[in-house]
């Protein structure tokens, strides 16, 4: 989210909105409220605490070399009428998709490309 949360001015300069869904508990182990509230984060935040959305998006993993009970890092971009244009899957927790890969799709989308 930090990565996110920093470039977040070009996210706006494309017109585009971010929101986060983490596939944890509010309260769990990772303090996930806690966390947010320290941050101010200037974008909205899901706890899916039951992964429901998650299980919906096909990015739950029950279990993982390293994951029990999360969600595999995933971005979705949205377009304007709601259709997804684009879909990035990481293999494990430990990877993100890289900013530059984000705007390039979210550019794309804005142009009716799929990526």
């Not at 983490?22 to 990772?30: C, N, R, Y």
């Not at 992964?51 to 919906?56: D, H, L, N, S």
């Not at 994951?67 to 995933?74: F, G, M």
């Not at 990035?88 to 799709?105: F, G, I, K």
């Amino acid at each position: 989210m930090t990565q996110f949360e920093s470039a977040y001015q070009e996210f706006t300069k494309r017109n585009a909105s971010v929101v986060f869904i983490a596939g944890q508990k509010i309260d769990g182990l990772f303090k996930g409220k806690e966390h947010v509230h320290r941050r101010k984060y200037p974008f909205p935040i899901l706890f899916d605490e039951q992964r429901e959305v998650t299980r919906a998006y096909g990015v739950y993993q029950a279990l993982g070399i390293d994951t029990i009970n999360l969600a595999r890092r995933s971005l979705f971009v949205v377009g304007s009428k709601g259709e997804i244009c684009s879909i990035a899957v990481s293999p494990h927790q430990r990877e993100a998709p890289q900013l530059q890969d984000v705007l390039a799709a979210i550019e794309s989308c804005s142009k009716g490309g799929l990526t």
